[in-house]
């Protein structure tokens, strides 16, 4: 199975950035997404990454090390609207390609 | 991406009754759907995959029972929870897969709760 690991919790001020990492375990890697979520409301999609790199979306990066099972999400310029829980999900082609998704990190943007 | 919709968005009910949830592709013609469930301050944890036209893949621990999932068209899956109780109490959130990458959109969710 997968073991995905990432923070349980951030805080950041309004302006700041923040790096949200997530490390993961997989036998048939095949992708890995970051959705957003608001807090009883369901997730969005963010990003996605399947090669390494870094993945820019305005505020949004993120970034992939395959060899080293391992992911980050950068958000720059906070504000107080990205006060959210942030999911790192991974594909396993091994698990038939569904996603597994971590616990989640909980931002508090403060101003 | 794919607009995808869920109803209803909550429902309360009583304990051994039948509660049934739409999820429908808006704009998408969806062969399969994702069926998640996430309890408070949880994650998200698959409970079964919804295919056009055939049965539904459950996970390990989901009893196919009492979680019926139907399929019937491109558009539109539903799940109903069955003698709900009130350890179902949670939030339901279906999902349709597009793109190259794999990525899942998802419904609203529909927020259970049974008293």
């Known amino acids: 199975g997968q073991n995905i690991d990432q923070p349980t919790e951030m805080t950041a001020t309004e302006g700041a950035i923040v790096q949200i990492n997530c490390t993961y375990q997989?036998?048939?890697?095949?992708?890995l997404f970051w959705y957003q979520q608001h807090a009883g409301e369901a997730p969005t999609f963010l990003s996605y990454n399947v090669l390494d790199g870094l993945e820019e979306k305005g505020r949004f990066s993120s970034f992939l090390s395959r060899s080293k099972g391992y992911s980050y999400l950068l958000l720059k310029e906070l504000q107080m609207k990205d006060s959210a829980s942030y999911l790192c999900a991974v594909r396993d082609k091994a698990a038939g390609n569904k996603l597994t998704f971590g616990g989640g990190t909980r931002v508090l943007v403060k101003p | 991406g794919a607009v995808v919709s869920q109803h209803p968005s909550w429902v309360i009910c009583k304990s051994g009754t039948s509660v049934k949830i739409e999820c429908r592709s808006l704009?998408?013609?969806?062969?399969?759907m994702f069926w998640y469930r996430q309890f408070p301050k949880q994650s998200l944890m698959l409970m079964a995959t919804?295919?056009?036209?055939?049965?539904?893949?459950?996970e390990q621990g989901v009893e196919k029972d009492k979680f019926l999932i139907n399929h019937a068209s491109l558009t539109l899956s539903t799940l109903t929870v069955t003698s709900a109780h009130p350890e179902d109490s949670s939030f339901y959130i279906c999902?349709?897969?597009?793109?190259?990458?794999?990525?899942?959109?998802f419904g609203p969710g529909t927020r259970l709760t049974v008293t």
């Open positions: 919804s295919n056009e036209g055939s049965k539904a893949t459950y």
């Open positions: 997989t036998s048939g890697f095949n992708g």
């Open positions: 999902s349709v897969e597009t793109g190259t990458g794999g990525e899942q959109y």
């Open positions: 704009d998408f013609q969806a062969t399969t």
